[in-house]
């Protein structure tokens, strides 16, 4: 399994950004859930948003709750991270997980087998 984020970039307050996450080798057909994580200099790794593996439920954080979109796009083994109202507490390197996860563990970041390079995300004031 290979997943391969990208998307990333500079933005000011306010900005938005789509990251998106191309999975390889996996079945979406009732296998992976797909998640992104954040890592901000000095902090823990934690969890953003995720999409179950059937693909039609979601999660997030309280942190990007309303902002922060998750989608997937079953036939380009692609799923997406839509960024808006972005502020400089998004600033991150933000990567993509992948996993056999189930509902009580999509937050824990050790449920992930699989994970993306990470993509730097920095917003201005």
């Known amino acids: 399994v290979q997943l391969q984020a990208c998307g990333g970039g500079s933005v000011q307050a306010g900005g938005s950004l789509r990251l998106s996450c191309e999975v390889c080798?996996?079945?979406?057909?009732?296998?992976?859930?797909v998640a992104w994580f954040r890592q901000a200099p000095g902090k823990e790794r934690e969890f953003a948003a995720a999409?179950?593996?059937?693909?039609?439920?979601?999660y997030y954080a309280d942190s990007v709750k309303g902002r922060f979109t998750v989608s997937r796009d079953r036939a380009m083994h692609t799923d997406y991270l839509q960024m808006n109202i972005l502020s400089p507490e998004d600033t991150a390197v933000y990567f993509c997980?992948?996993?056999?996860?189930?509902?009580?563990?999509?937050?824990?970041?050790?449920?992930?087998?699989?994970w993306g390079q990470g993509t730097q995300v920095t917003v201005s004031s």
């Open positions: 997980a992948a996993g056999r996860v189930i509902t009580s563990s999509i937050r824990n970041r050790d449920a992930y087998n699989y």
């Open positions: 080798g996996v079945t979406y057909n009732g296998g992976y859930t």
């Open positions: 999409i179950f593996r059937n693909g039609g439920s979601t």
